[in-house]
T-cell receptor
Framework: AAGVIQSPRHLIKEKRETATLKCYPIPRHDTVYWYQQGPGQDPQFLIS???????DKGSIPDRFSAQQFSDYHSELNMSSLELGDSALYFC???????????FGQGTRLTVV | GQSLEQPSEVTAVEGAIVQINCTYQ??????LSWYQQHDGGAPTFLSYNGLDGLEETGRFSSFLSRSDSYGYLLLQELQMKDSASYFC?????????????FGTGTLLAVQP
């Protein structure tokens, strides 16, 4: 069965650069979530979309933005990268009434 | 604020039973989920409780008491492959979607 696909899997950027992370949700899932997970930390909610509209925002810095496109894929754009942005970034998708969120394998971002 | 507290580490031996507790304090509550995460991997769904009581799924069971803002995950017949981090997560209201707010995570080490 198709799963949530994230790209790239690994990304190395320098401070102050920009990064774009992509997420392709499971077909027919209407909800996408983005999470940030630092080393040894729990996943922190960043932002979610329902039917391509932003639904909720969590602890997402103003330097980050995200959108969901007509084909339901989503992108997380991160600008003016800081060392502290180094983390695993997960995308998850679900049905809005579903109880299970399906996570992608994540993008490991390293800022040097 | 919102908080979900779990023990940071638990150690057990193969074949044993272990219980991981979770206490929560959130602004909204639409059920308690449990996710497993192996090191560097994606969180994967284990169980969900929307109502009080016990839910059983194979070797894993989960319990919820909404009046006590408390739940637990019970793992039976432990296997080495169960060594992982376990997160409780509250489905919290957020626009059209119910985002997952994760607990602090419990690192389970299963020893031979």
């Amino acid at each position: 069965a198709a799963g949530v696909i994230q790209s790239p899997r690994h990304l190395i950027k320098e401070k102050r650069e920009t990064a774009t992370l992509k997420c392709y949700p499971i077909p027919r899932h209407d909800t996408v979530y983005w999470y940030q997970q630092g080393p040894g930390q729990d996943p922190q909610f960043l932002i979610s979309f329902y039917e391509k509209m932003q639904s909720d925002k969590g602890s997402i810095p103003d330097r980050f933005s995200a959108q969901q496109f007509s084909d339901y894929h989503s992108e997380l754009n991160m600008s003016s990268l800081e060392l502290g942005d180094s983390a695993l970034y997960f995308c998850a998708s679900s049905l809005v009434q579903g109880i299970e969120a399906f996570f992608g394998q994540g993008t490991r971002l390293t800022v040097v | 604020g919102q908080s979900l507290e779990q023990p940071s580490e638990v150690t057990a031996v193969e074949g044993a039973i272990v219980q991981i507790n979770c206490t929560y304090q959130t602004s909204g509550f639409y059920g308690l989920s449990w996710y497993q995460q192996h090191d560097g991997g994606a969180p994967t769904f284990l169980s969900y409780n929307g109502l009080d009581g016990l839910e059983e799924t194979g070797r894993f069971s989960s319990f919820l008491s909404r009046s006590d803002s408390y739940g637990y995950l019970l793992l039976q017949e432990l296997q080495m492959k169960d060594s992982a981090s376990y997160f409780c997560a509250v489905r919290d209201s957020g626009g059209a979607t119910n985002k997952l707010i994760f607990g602090t995570g419990t690192l389970l080490a299963v020893q031979p």
